[in-house]
């Protein structure tokens, strides 16, 4: 791999799968082991991502200089009417917390992008990260559903980019 | 019982000016340059980022303070209690179901805790600080309610 550690590439699905012409189970099968090995992959990915995430904590001693502004998590904070008083401590918190959310949506996302041979991370990614994912069922009021509905095909097997995708839509 | 949490925050003009009417839409946002870095943190050397895809970040990570200081808080009012804190954000994260955060997060808390227990600690003569609804420090150090002074 000539990727840096951290960044294993998963396999392209659908180039040079063989489409049998015969009926039966065949291609749309195929589709879905491929499918399946590559959520088995990305699984594997995001486990040691958290792993990292644990161990980059175990050795963090800087809690003075954070990658997000404390003070405008602050401000977003108050901006829930009930919230009163915020210690000083949850502000840092959340700008680690933001960090590892932040930085969990992109793999996610960046794995759709590249089932769709795209080098460049797009909002619909994001989309379908989001639509994949339940714990990211709060956020789907901020992707439109367009973005999100191609994955029902795709989440049958056919991979979006597949010109053929469209027989295994169901009826 | 709580007066010292009120020393614990400042309000901070710094970066953002409030206007009279509420949140300015810039300020409901985290920086798109922050966010935009920490998304590249992720990625292979050569992918790369669609300005639409960190905004919709922006709006994502903005939804997800919102939606888990609405539960911290949530808690924080059925136990009479004014002050949301760290611990509340990690029963919060746990409680949505963010299962892989809490840990790490309960692991940074504990490891903030513990240094700016030292460092409050060092500078001054001990204060009566420290909260009863801490679990934290074993050792003599005090929490950190102290005012914040690391604004970017």
């Known amino acids: 791999m000539d990727q840096p550690p951290g960044h294993p590439v998963p396999p392209v699905i659908g180039v040079g799968v063989p489409y049998p012409t015969a009926g039966g189970a065949g291609p749309y099968q195929a589709y879905q082991n491929l499918f399946h090995q590559q959520q088995q992959q990305q699984q594997q990915q995001l486990q040691l991502f958290w792993a990292d995430q644990y161990r980059e904590i175990e050795q963090t001693t800087d809690f003075r200089n954070h990658s997000l502004p404390l003070a405008r998590i602050k401000k977003i904070m108050k901006a829930d009417e009930d919230v009163r008083m915020i210690a000083a401590e949850a502000p840092v918190v959340f700008a680690r917390a933001c960090e590892m959310f932040i930085l969990e949506l992109t793999h996610r996302s960046w794995a759709h992008a590249e089932e769709n041979k795209r080098r460049t991370l797009q909002k619909n990614d994001i989309a379908a990260a989001i639509s994949r994912t339940d714990v990211f069922d709060f956020l789907i009021d901020i992707v439109p559903r367009e973005e999100g509905k191609e994955d029902v095909a795709h989440a049958l097997g056919a991979p979006s980019g597949d010109p053929l995708s469209y027989y295994y839509v169901p009826k | ?152």
């Open chain 2, 1 to 152: 019982m709580e007066s010292p949490d009120e020393k614990q925050h400042e309000d901070c003009g710094g970066g953002g000016g409030g206007s009279g009417s509420g949140i300015k839409e810039q300020d409901r946002l985290l920086p798109i340059a922050n966010v935009g870095r920490i998304m590249k943190q992720i990625l292979p050397p050569n992918g790369k980022i669609s300005k639409e895809a960190k905004e919709t970040m922006q709006e994502c990570v903005s939804e997800f303070i919102s939606f888990v200081t609405g539960e911290a808080s949530e808690k924080c009012h059925k136990e009479k209690r004014k002050t949301v804190n760290g611990d509340d954000i990690c029963w919060a994260l746990n409680a949505l179901g963010f299962d892989d955060y809490v840990e790490p997060m309960r692991r940074y808390l504990q490891k903030y805790r513990e240094m700016e227990g030292d460092r409050v600690a060092s500078s001054s003569s001990s204060s009566s600080a420290a909260a009863r609804d801490q679990t934290g420090a074993a050792g003599a150090a005090p929490f950190a309610f102290h005012p914040m002074d690391r604004n970017n």
